[in-house]
């Protein structure tokens, strides 16, 4: 049978066969026409054996994840719950009625209050969403509930996978009578892991619902509120059944009671952009499929004002990475263990002040990000106002452990955070290179998949799906000094040694993943502006100052020798960091005469990143370089190319007698 109908606003065609080899016979029901704009194919999908309960449809528009990368949606399919046209925004409706097979549930009552005698019915629909077939899978429909001592489970099967594009759904799923009491039924897509997907994070769906007389749901026990800096955290211990939770907040605990976060479903909440020095009174309310709790009593109050350090790298970029350590609001999909916040920063257990330590830590880890991101058009900033309403990331500083977490893609920068950074404690956090160091990686790398990066590995023989991170390799440089090389996204903690850090596209052996880091960041964001290539004389010196932005950039500065002398070149790249150098730059510094001769060339060395050269020139013209290097790879050793050799450098001449020309080439090969 052939039908054509109007869903919604997209006019789909759809097919079912009967088990026979000669021609299906066809009819025309219900058509009627509408224009469409998203619907481009009318290729039919064939269906056989019919199963009266299950429907496919014709093809629907793609719509890809923010937590998967586009390359994925054209190389797999992506299987996920699809909502129905004609009923509001469910990809799942339970019911007491059943309906036509073809036809979408929508005049049906989908009610979460059932009679322990109906006969209640579910109805689910999904679609594939990515550029390739799904092979035949099966789908799992588990009922939980208060008077079920096991789980039901109905299987259904989809013996002809699902092409890409196209939707379909099930009807009249029969969960039988049930005794009074709270229900959940969670559909589990392609639940025996048949189909290879892009994204199998989005294979679920769940949905509560009540048999009997609806119930109460108890109100929160053990409300506490906690200040902050210009912020309240709230906790609060689980309902059994909640569903979620109503926070309020009042000025006077009396009255003007406004409701606060939404929908709140972790066991915490921070409060944020608060006046200092102002009490703020609280309460909460449990909510479930039918009723919600009485609220609790009130709890009270007052945030301070903890100052952080004001520190921007480029400010008025277009974007932004804001590095939040007052404590914020994050969504339990990036925090579960601390349900909806992350308290502040705290080293020394004094959440009301920073004290030394915990200053020059908020320093040095902007410091460190911002050399990481000097190459981009980025702020990387410790302001709010700076970053909010920008595109970026915003990265949140607190917690126990060590390790951290980040959505993939970044968004407008607001209360959501996009990244956070649980911190060791004291004494591992500044033992330095280890914990300082580790944690700046963190943030890059946390940052980095915000950007759209994803993981970098493995360059091992024990590579599974639950060890994806490059370890690193050791490395010898052009000076014969050992150092130790990973990629920004691999696992940067292997190793203990100080570290060269830097953006990568899969150039080391047996690399799992060769995306163009630099382009996928400078895509979004742009490039950092050139500034003008002069030195400044200071105190008795010849000083200029840069950022190597690309693979392939050379800064040159040109000069004139007024008479023969001994002269004193040396140069740095990276920043100082607990009289630690920390860089991505390994850079080669050249000085050529007037007829492009090599003076000298020297590399340097990749535990100090610091080259000396005193040299005796003759009068004339000269031009100094810098360019980024790598280290290539031999028999013995694999090595690195200049892709990733970027970051800031400075170059001191001690002659006073210069004659400089100031700022001359900045070549970008």
């Known amino acids: 049978m052939v039908g054509e109908g109007n869903l919604g606003n997209l006019a789909i065609e759809f097919i079912r066969r009967t088990p026979r080899t000669s021609a299906v016979a066809k009819r025309r029901r219900n058509r009627r026409t509408c224009r469409i704009e998203e619907l481009e194919s009318r290729e039919m999908l064939s269906v056989a054996p019919w199963n009266p309960e299950l429907f496919y449809t014709e093809h629907d528009s793609i719509v890809s994840s923010s937590l998967i990368t586009s390359a994925s949606l054209e190389t797999q399919p992506d299987l996920q719950p699809r909502n129905f046209f004609t009923y509001g925004t469910e990809p799942m409706v339970i019911t007491t009625q059943t309906i036509a097979a073809e036809d979408e549930p929508s005049q049906v009552i989908d009610s ?10 579910a109805h689910f629909a999904i679609r594939n969403a990515g550029a390739v077939a799904a092979v035949p899978f099966t789908c799992t429909l588990a009922l939980t509930g208060d008077n079920l ?11 002809n996978g699902l092409q890409p594009g196209h939707w379909a759904w099930y009807n009249n799923i029969d969960l039988g009578t049930l005794a009074d009491g709270e229900y959940t039924l969670t559909l589990a897509i392609d639940s025996d892991n048949t189909v290879e997907e892009a994204d199998e994070a989005n294979n679920t769906y769940t949905k509560t619902f009540v048999v009997g007389t609806p119930y109460t749901p108890a109100t929160p026990s053990g409300f506490t509120a906690t200040p902050g800096s210009e912020r309240v955290r709230l906790s609060w211990n689980a309902v059994s059944n909640a569903t979620h939770y109503i926070l309020e907040r009042s000025p006077n605990d009396t009255n003007n009671w406004e409701r606060i976060g939404g929908d709140v479903t972790g066991i915490s909440y921070m409060d944020t952009r608060l006046a200092a020095n102002t009490a703020y009174h609280y309460r909460i309310s449990a909510v479930n499929t039918t009723a919600t709790s009485a609220p609790s009593d009130s709890t009270q109050a007052t945030p301070f004002f903890l100052p952080v350090p004001e520190l921007s790298s480029l400010p008025g970029a277009e974007y932004a990475i804001f590095l939040n350590f007052n404590g914020n609001e994050v969504g339990t999909t990036l925090n579960a263990s601390d ?32 050399e990481m991101f000097c190459p981009f058009n980025i702020n990387v900033t410790t302001v709010e106002a700076e970053a909010v309403g920008k595109m970026g990331s915003h990265v949140c500083f607190g917690g126990a452990g060590a390790g951290g977490a980040g959505f993939l893609n970044m968004a407008t ?15 591992g956090l500044l033992d330095f290179p280890r914990g300082l160091q580790g944690t700046g990686q963190t943030i890059v790398h946390e940052v980095g998949h915000n950007f759209g990066l994803i993981h970098d590995g493995p360059g091992r023989d024990d590579y599974s799906d639950s060890n994806e991170y490059y370890p690193g390799h050791n490395v010898i440089d052009a000076t014969d000094t050992a150092g130790y090389w990973n990629a920004v996204m691999g696992g940067t903690y292997y190793n203990d040694s100080l570290q060269i850090i830097q953006f990568s596209m899969g150039e080391y052996p047996d690399a799992t993943n060769q995306e163009d880091d630099l382009k996928i960041i400078s895509d979004r964001t742009g490039y950092r502006p050139d500034s003008d290539l002069v030195f400044e004389y200071i105190a008795g010196q010849n000083i200029a100052k840069g950022i190597i932005e690309t693979s392939g950039d050379e800064d040159s500065y040109t000069f004139n020798v007024v008479e023969s002398a001994e002269y004193t070149f040396t140069a740095i790249s990276g920043v100082t960091i ?30 100090s ?15 100094l370089s810098i360019a980024g290097a790598g280290i290539a790879a031999t028999a013995e050793q694999k090595g690195f190319s200049n892709y990733g050799s970027l970051g ?10 210069l004659d400089l020309l100031g700022s001359v080439l900045d070549l970008l090969n």
């Open 339 to 370: 349900g909806n916040a992350i308290p502040p920063f705290d080293l020394d257990g004094n959440p009301y002040s920073f004290s030394d330590e915990e200053l020059q830590m908020i320093h040095d880890l902007w410091l460190y990000t911002s």
């Open 648 to 657: 800031f450098y400075e170059i001191v001449m001690s002659a006073n007698v």
């Open 578 to 607: 607990q009289d630690v150098q920390v860089s991505s730059l390994y850079y080669v510094l050249t000085l050529k005469d007037a007829d492009g001769d090599t003076v000298f060339e020297e590399y340097s060395p990749l535990n």
């Open 112 to 121: 979460p209050v059932f009679n322990n005698a109906d006969t209640i019915y």
């Open 413 to 427: 920068i607001g209360e959501t955070v996009s990244a956070m950074v649980t911190m060791p404690n004291s004494s």
């Open 149 to 159: 001592v096991t789980p039901t489970v109905i299987n259904r099967n989809f013996n």
């Open 609 to 623: 990143f610091f080259v000396t050269r005193t040299i005796e020139l003759g009068a004339g013209e000269y031009t």
